[in-house]
């Protein structure tokens, strides 16, 4: 069974504090994907990578960064939290081949007070 | 970028009827097409993928490049297909991302 494990379910955080995401993959997949999930927007891209250090800003960059040092780990950073960052963020993996499945994390929901 | 759309954010339909969920995308190279769905308190997860052709759950979705569109249609809805279901496009070019729509929510009534 393919594992992403996203290191929190819930978040709570103030505003301006620095944020990290963690998602671990269990499955060698060279891509992995950062994804915000709103009502009524769906899923947002904000940043993949298609390798270890190699990265690719996606709709929604703004106020975010990523790091992938290892190819099983991508996190999501949040240089100074803002309210309007408060949502779902889901984390994916998936090999590059054409039609492969991408896999997901169950999601964190971060709140910013 | 390419882009997907999914013009229905809701959807209602009783059990037994038809459902057609719409999706079109803007890309004019050689499209990845999916449709994946979320249950309630699930995670999201593939449901169907252009390049095999095939009926999961009842449920089928055909590519047609001119219209670019990849409609998911099932003759029968039942009560366990509500969810939310999003298309997503992935495109070789740009190192395989993925780009998903706003989604539409799928009720079926009893």
């Known amino acids: 069974d393919v594992k992403v494990t996203q290191s929190s379910r819930y978040l709570v955080k103030r505003t301006g504090e620095k944020v990290f995401l963690e998602c671990v993959q269990d499955m060698d997949h060279e891509n992995m994907f950062w994804y915000r999930q709103d009502p009524g927007l769906g899923l947002r891209l904000i940043y993949f990578?298609?390798?270890?250090?190699?990265?690719e800003k996606g709709d929604i960059p703004e106020g975010y960064s990523v790091s992938r040092e290892k190819k099983e780990r991508f996190s999501l950073i949040l240089e100074s939290a803002s309210t309007n960052q408060t949502s779902m963020y889901l984390c994916a993996s998936r090999d590059p081949g054409r039609g492969t499945e991408a896999f997901f994390g169950q999601g964190t929901r971060l709140t910013v007070v | 970028a390419q882009r997907v759309t999914q013009p229905e954010k809701l959807l209602s339909v009783f059990k037994g009827a038809p459902v057609e969920l719409k999706c079109n995308y803007s890309?004019?190279?050689?499209?990845?097409l999916f449709w994946y769905v979320q249950y309630s308190r699930q995670r999201l997860q593939l449901l169907l993928r252009?390049?095999s052709r095939e009926s999961i759950k009842g449920f089928t979705a055909d590519l047609n490049k001119g219209e670019t569109s990849f409609h998911l249609k099932k003759p029968f809805a039942q009560e366990e297909d509500s969810a939310m279901y999003y298309c997503a496009l992935s495109v070789s070019y740009n190192n395989n991302d993925m780009r998903f729509g706003a989604g539409t929510r799928l009720t079926v009534k009893p």
């Open positions: 990578s298609y390798d270890v250090k190699m990265k």
């Open positions: 252009h390049i």
């Open positions: 890309y004019s190279g050689s499209p990845e």
